[in-house]
């Protein structure tokens, strides 16, 4: 049977939504980045332009160029306190001054877990996950990827009388946040994925898959032609 063709509504629908699965993610980080650029001008701008000569300042007053020497100055302090952090006297600095953020009432609050969203997003590897497991979650009918952090629980395993094991099941697209479970061991099917992957396809909502899978599948393909 000869598929019909789409009709006129059909095709601009399809390149409508085409066109926005394009623009808004390109609109998006443009907004950000022109967000981000205002208050670094207008926290770091400013104050750089008042040093700068008045001929590399813009007539309009809006002093971009102050604006960028100022991110560069940025860029080069946060790198000059990486390199000191990664001495061995800079990294007993930073753990004592944290121990001292962390001991202040109301700055830990806010210091804790901005330190632990800021880490997992720099380096999501290194967040203390032992392997990647699938979870009957939210009801007995689905699966959700989930992360084992831990397989010493003794003392609620004393209160079921069973092995447990702790899981973290983070949400999508903001894996930072998620659900702990408390599972026995048995009822945790572990999934042949590394960390990195299974958080791309959390954040991706599913749509990227691991490039393993996926060549996998395509050799399978191969063969049974």
């Known amino acids: 049977m000869k598929k019909k063709p789409p009709t006129r509504?059909?095709?601009?629908?399809?390149?409508?939504?085409?066109?926005?699965?394009?623009?808004?993610?390109?609109?998006?980080?443009?907004?950000?980045?022109?967000?981000?650029f205002q208050l670094l001008h207008h926290w770091i701008g400013r104050p750089v332009s008042k040093l700068l000569p008045e001929t590399l300042v813009a007539p309009d007053g809006s002093?971009?160029?102050?604006?960028?020497?100022?991110?560069?100055?940025?860029?080069?302090?946060?790198?000059?306190?990486?390199?000191?952090?990664?001495?061995?006297?800079?990294?007993?600095?930073?753990?004592?001054?944290?121990?001292?953020l962390l001991q202040l009432p109301l700055i830990r609050t806010v210091y804790a877990p901005a330190k632990q969203i800021v880490e997992f997003f720099v380096n999501p590897t290194a967040v203390q996950f032992s392997a990647v497991v699938l979870v009957r979650y939210p009801h007995p009918n689905s699966y959700a990827i989930g992360f084992i952090t831990s397989r010493d629980v003794e003392p609620l395993e004393n209160a079921l009388g069973k092995k447990l094991v702790?899981?973290?099941?983070?949400?999508?697209?903001?894996?930072?946040?998620?659900?702990?479970?408390?599972?026995?061991?048995?009822?945790?099917?572990?999934?042949?994925?590394t960390i990195e992957e299974a958080l791309k396809m959390i954040v991706s909502g599913g749509v990227v898959t691991p490039v393993r899978v996926l060549e996998g599948n395509s050799k399978e393909k191969v063969e049974t032609v």
């Open 63 to 100: 002093a971009w160029i102050a604006s960028l020497v100022g991110l560069l100055l940025l860029i080069g302090c946060i790198l000059a306190v990486g390199a000191v952090v990664s001495t061995v006297l800079g990294r007993r600095l930073a753990t004592f001054s944290e121990r001292i």
């Open 166 to 193: 702790s899981v973290f099941v983070p949400f999508t697209p903001t894996p930072v946040t998620g659900t702990l479970l408390i599972l026995p061991e048995d009822e945790v099917i572990p999934v042949d994925l």
């Open 9 to 36: 509504f059909q095709l601009l629908r399809r390149y409508f939504l085409t066109g926005i699965a394009f623009v808004a993610p390109l609109a998006l980080t443009i907004f950000i980045f022109g967000y981000l």
